[in-house]
């Protein structure tokens, strides 16, 4: 199936980055893999609503190449250069809290999309639940930007995550109920969230038809 650079989103880039990308999606042994995965993860730091979409290319890429020739150029370098964002995670943090949820967004997205024989990446697990494990401590808590990224990344990985590591899971929700219940200085917002998000997973990560009203009728209103 041929996927438009429309559906990518990929519009927004100069043109000979357009152009690197789609040459990169169809012949990846033709460019630089390396430039390749660093426009991406720049570009996903950069922007939220690309940071969503990403995975989708890189996984095109990793297919791509591996059909090509069975490399995986593409994939080591892309997960390089998500090892280096994520040891320096912290000071990410401190100075930018979109940069910072655009780098969740995107390393979430990627453990959703890349595979290994149809199973999550290891590499990438442990990873994965420092960053969510980070978004449920009390002062991110007290940020509705955290707050709604965290329930985001769950609804979308968060049964797959269960699977790969259990305890893990319940290390954050423990942390996600001690903040719903605990922590003062709250938004609504935020508090609304969390017990969405604890419901959900409760229910085996299904919202009943009923939750699900409740909690969209009180978001959009």
């Not at 690197?20 to 922007?47: G, H, M, R, Y």
Request: some cysteine.
């Amino acid at each position: 199936m041929e996927n438009s650079a429309e559906e990518y989103r990929i519009q927004s880039l100069d043109m000979d980055t357009q152009m690197l990308l789609k040459t990169a999606l169809k012949d990846p042994s033709s460019v630089n893999l390396e430039k390749v995965s660093d426009i991406l993860v720049d570009q996903s730091l950069k922007d939220q609503v690309f940071s969503k979409e990403a995975g989708r290319i890189c996984f095109t890429i990793v297919q791509a190449e591996a059909n090509q020739n069975n490399g995986n150029v593409f994939r080591r370098s892309l997960l390089n250069r998500l090892q280096q964002e994520f040891k320096s995670r912290e000071e990410t943090r401190a100075h930018s809290l979109q940069e910072w949820v655009c780098l969740v967004t995107f390393i979430c997205n990627i453990f959703d999309y890349l595979k290994v024989n149809n199973m999550p990446m290891v590499a990438l697990v442990h990873p994965v639940y420092d960053c969510l494990i980070r978004l449920s401590q009390p002062d991110a808590l007290m940020n509705e930007e955290e707050v709604d990224c965290l329930v985001l990344q769950l609804h979308r990985i968060g049964e797959q995550l269960e699977k790969v590591n259990g305890p893990r899971m319940n290390e954050l929700f423990y942390l996600l109920r001690d903040g719903f219940l605990l922590q003062e200085g709250l938004t609504s917002m935020a508090r609304l969230l969390l017990l969405e998000i604890l419901e959900f997973r409760a229910g085996g990560w299904v919202l009943s038809g009923t939750a699900h009203k409740y909690y969209y009728s009180e978001i959009a209103d």
